[in-house]
């Protein structure tokens, strides 16, 4: 590892090709360097004690403890290797703590940590309801579905959130008769109406940035309808062009919902608070009767598509998150003690998309 100039200290990244291929690396080392970091691109199949001293390890492993927690014995292997280096060497901060990414690697897992914060509903929060799948046994899921106050149309989502494409095959589901596409396990969720528009909440430590995707169009149950499958990639991207965001007629009219921050810095402090990861996403849609806001997904280490000033507010969340190792419980202390500052409002030249920047302090 080379020497970088004021501080001294390395940065030890290791994320997917995938992530690498869209992350723009001379920006970020440029930025790193021009605030005395160095950065250090790790090989998960040498050992990291073979790669130079590492102050900060900044990841994104959530396909490799996946697989890991799935049985595949490479991927343990790699796990129980990292985990021994980041035990036998405590000075390292890590963004973000493996337990904590395990939260949310499974969406049964995440739902019911949401569904349990009893606050949100004095908030107009919610998540919808939602049950899993353990077998494809009809009758006993229709069942399942009853107790837990799941109705149709539901979308039938894979447990398991992240670590493949397949994480993202989704299907829509309108009637009893369509439950025989689900492979568990699975989670089936009440589809929430909300105009076809998504609003994808990015974070990074203590800042947060919005912007507006587009998504599904509003579907009600019907014993006509059959399954429907897509994939979140093909329609909620930001420049994705799926016919299912296409709203029917009779939906035009309806008054276009605005998005109440208030109800998105709660859900920030909630998830600080149960959750605990430095970098997060998560989206909201909001349903189109009630006006409250549903909590429809959270991700670990997210696209940050559109963050304005990504890079520098990385290098600041990672100094904060130095200054507090040692207290590194997210607790509600911390998180109740920031009050909430003005607001940055950056603007937007899209008609559709509007970009929002925050800051909670
Ligand atoms: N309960 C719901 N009600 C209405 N629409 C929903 C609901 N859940 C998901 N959707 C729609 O399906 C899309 C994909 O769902 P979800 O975000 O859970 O999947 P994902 O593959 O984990 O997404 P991401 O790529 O953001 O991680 C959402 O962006 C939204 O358009
Ligand atoms: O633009 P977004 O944040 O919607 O896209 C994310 C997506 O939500 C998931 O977090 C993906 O992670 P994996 O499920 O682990 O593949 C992200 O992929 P990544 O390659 O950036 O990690 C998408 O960017
Ligand atoms: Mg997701």
Redesign the pocket.
Known sequence: MGDSSSTGKNIGIWISDKKSHKLNWKELIKTCNAHGYNIVKLDLDIPFEDQGRMDIFLHKLTDVIAAADQGDVKASIIIGRVEQYLSNHPHITVIDPLNNVRLLLNRYCYYTILQDELSFQNHGIFT?AFAEFKTSDIEQNVEIMRSRGVKFPV?C?PTV?HGSKL??E?VLIFNERGLNVCKAPCVV????N?NAV?HKVFVIGNKYHISERP??KNFNASENLDPIYYS??E??KADSNSTLSILDPHDKSDIRMTLDEDKIRTIIRILRRKIGLVLVGF?V?IDNVSGNH?V??I?VFPSYDSFPNFFELLIESIEDTVSRSGNMDISDDIVEDHTLNGLVNIGDSHASYSVIGMNIN
Do not use: E, R, W, Y
């Open positions: 919808p979308i989502k959130a994480a993202h989704m969720q009440n589809f929430v909300h998504l998504s599904l979140t990639g329609v909620c989206d849609v549903a429809i997904d991700n």
